[in-house]
């Protein structure tokens, strides 16, 4: 190939490239660039996927690679995890009969349930049991809510309810005594 071949090759380039900038729709939109999510586990590219739940972030390596993460405002979020406070396993929320609470993965060895509040689990380590000193969590019961240990079936130590706390005992006045 000639000097003048590949210089006549390199103007039909460039005319075709002007030609095909002169033939846009004349709106000037230049789309959004796409961004990339690199994963986490073996630095594949994540791509957002349709599943039967809605959209998910799942790895480009799968089966390979099993990663996944929530799709929140077209980016990947791995959801929160909650760990037992009792053993360390990791809580998941459940659904039984309409009530929806949290549980641990480590069931039935243990036994710890905690109620759902918008989608997390309950934090009350602020209300200690006054018989084994753990704590109380609420919990919904045939009639309704009330506050139990967590060390529950060993401590079956239980207080009601009262707009999301728990109702202590009357303490003895000293004049009963």
Not at 61 to 77: F, M
Not at 90 to 115: A, M
């Amino acid at each position: 190939m000639s000097r003048d071949d590949s210089h006549d090759t390199k103007a039909r380039a460039v005319d075709s490239w002007e030609q095909e900038f002169l033939n846009q729709d004349g709106s000037g939109y230049i789309g959004t660039p796409s961004k990339r999510y690199r994963c986490p586990k073996c630095h594949g590219v994540l791509q957002l996927k349709q599943g039967k739940n809605g959209a998910f972030w799942g790895c480009e390596n799968y089966p390979k690679c099993d990663y996944s993460a929530n799709d929140e405002d077209g980016r990947p979020v791995r959801p929160k995890k909650y760990f037992c406070p009792l053993c360390g396993g990791q809580l998941r929320k459940k659904t039984h009969s309409g009530n929806t609470f949290w549980g641990c993965s480590n069931y039935p060895d243990c036994k710890l349930t905690l109620e759902d509040v918008s989608g997390e689990p309950s934090s009350s380590r602020k209300y200690p049991c006054r018989a084994c000193g753990h704590y109380l969590v609420r919990k919904k019961g045939v009639k309704g809510y009330f506050w139990g240990c967590i060390k529950y079936p060993e401590c079956k130590h239980t207080l009601p309810d009262d707009k999301g706390h728990p109702v202590p005992k009357k303490l003895r006045s000293s004049g009963d005594q």
